[in-house]
């Protein structure tokens, strides 16, 4: 019977030390073995940091224009959204002398009438610029005074952005500038810094500079008013060696990736990283196009051997 429990005994210590021997060397030769991983290549592609903002589609050159006498409105030329030139009549109108002439011998008969408006002409509205209407606020026979703004010019639409002041540093004339509009997302236009304000103002207690972005083109559906997200350019390097942000690894100044070889084991590669926007970052050397790097997972780098700490034995209070 003694001898029956001796042998139990012995046959659990061999187990047990079968086991710590598996366990030592499995951990000494581990991998990246938990979590979810996802293999991904180096692309050749191109790297843009911007600096996002808000802004609203406003004219460049907002005229009011204004009838210099006080009369009646006889004639609208133009309609919103039409170009006209400068010195082009936009309006004809009588003044308030003529218009009571006028509709005094319209009484009289055709033959009067005829001869009063061939001797006291119409006073036409003349464009004084180049430019797009955009506002018509008056109908033929509405009576108008010079304080009345009867048809707003504007010789282009441009984007009015705001930037706080600890991005403006960043922000230059002639930068590029990509512009979306909410009203419709799908719509992307391309436009560039004209003009950066020299004096500051306070939004919410935010101290913001306006920035003016002048759109290459401009479509039919743009309208002032409308509000827009812009993204300013501030670097952007074309056609070089990029992976995903995520794949890059930082310790104490080095920087590395995990790539996988031939066997499926994971290998720390150094690398030298270049332009960085947070999703995608330039590979400037250490990568190749046809090298595989590990994204996610446990990321365990091989483990050295260590024979010195046994599961089984009690461990020693450190002082």
């Known amino acids: 019977m003694i001898r029956n429990n001796k042998s139990k005994i012995a046959m659990i210590i061999i187990i047990l030390a079968a086991g710590f021997f598996a366990y030592t060397h499995l951990s000494a ?12 290549q180096p692309v050749i592609g191109d790297v843009m940091v911007t600096i996002a903002t808000t802004g609203v589609v406003e004219p460049q050159n907002r005229l009011e224009i204004k009838p210099s006498i006080g009369g009646r409105i006889d004639e609208v030329s133009v309609d919103e959204g039409d170009f006209v030139k400068k010195g082009q009549a936009l309006a004809w109108m009588s003044s308030t002398e003529r218009a009571a002439l006028i509709d005094a011998a319209r009484s009289q008969g055709d033959e009067v009438l005829a001869y009063w408006q061939e ?10 610029i180049d430019g797009e209407i955009i506002v018509r606020s008056v109908e033929p026979g509405q009576t108008v005074t010079t304080a009345d703004a009867i048809l707003v010019l504007s010789n282009r639409l441009m984007i009015n952005a705001q ?31 004209d003009h950066i304000a020299y004096e500051s103002e306070i939004v919410s207690n935010v101290t913001i500079y306006a920035v003016d972005i002048l759109p290459k083109e401009i479509p ?15 670097k952007m390097i074309k056609d070089v060696i990029t992976i995903s942000s995520d794949a890059v690894n930082y310790d104490k100044g080095d920087t590395f990736v995990l790539v996988q070889n031939e066997s499926g084991k994971s290998l720390r590669r150094d690398v030298v990283v270049g332009l960085n926007n947070g999703e995608s970052i330039e590979i400037v050397s250490g990568l190749s196009l ?12 091989p483990k050295k051997k260590n ?3 046994n599961p089984f034995m009690p461990s020693r209070k450190k002082k």
């Open 29 to 40: 030769n581990r991998q990246e073995t938990t979590g979810s991983i996802e293999l991904i």
């Open 119 to 128: 001797a006291y002409k119409k006073s036409p509205i003349i464009s004084p």
């Open 163 to 193: 930037f706080d002041e600890t991005d403006i540093g960043k922000v230059e004339d002639g930068q590029k500038a990509l512009i979306t509009l909410d009203a419709y997302p799908d719509v992307k236009l391309e436009g560039i810094v």
């Open 220 to 234: 039919e559906i743009l309208r002032s008013g409308m509000s827009v997200s812009v993204e300013v350019v501030e």
């Open 290 to 301: 046809d090298d595989k790097v590990i994204i996610g997972g446990d990321t365990l780098l």
């Open 307 to 309: 024979m010195g700490n």
